[in-house]
């Protein structure tokens, strides 16, 4: 089973970006539907994006539609999270999650099999 770990979270102003890394181990993406969640103080834990490693299909929550966009890296192993305009209200814990079925790019967060630690987002007004 694949291992996943998240990086690339920090402090960043008002319209800035980010760029988060998921990272996995254990064995390839290739046949894996990747997805990201975030969760904010207080709040549920909530979809963000999700991608397909085998062709690429993407699906993103209406929040971050235009912001946001999920890709896979040259390695077979890596999954990219690039957030654009951040607003104050993306600020969270990001969670990078994969499920074996490598067609899904779904919202539903029970239907993800493995989870990373989470990394830190903060953006300041």
């Known amino acids: 089973q694949v291992q996943l770990v998240e990086s690339g979270g920090g402090l960043v102003q008002a319209g800035g970006s980010l760029r988060l890394s998921c990272a996995g181990s254990?064995?390839?993406?290739?046949?894996?539907?990747l997805g990201w969640f975030r969760q904010a103080p207080g709040k549920e834990r909530e979809f963000v994006a999700a991608?397909?490693?085998?062709?690429?299909?993407?699906n993103y929550a209406d929040s971050v539609k235009g912001r946001f966009t999920v890709s896979r890296g040259n390695a077979k192993n890596t999954v990219y999270l690039q957030m654009n305009s951040l607003e104050p209200e993306d600020t969270a814990v990001y969670y990078c999650?994969?499920?074996?079925?490598?067609?899904?790019?779904?919202?539903?967060?029970?239907?993800?099999?493995?989870w990373g630690q989470g990394t830190q987002v903060t953006v300041s007004s």
């Open positions: 999650a994969a499920n074996t079925r490598s067609w899904y790019v779904g919202s539903v967060e029970r239907d993800y099999d493995v």
């Open positions: 991608i397909t490693w085998s062709s690429g299909r993407t």
């Open positions: 254990g064995r390839t993406f290739s046949s894996y539907g």
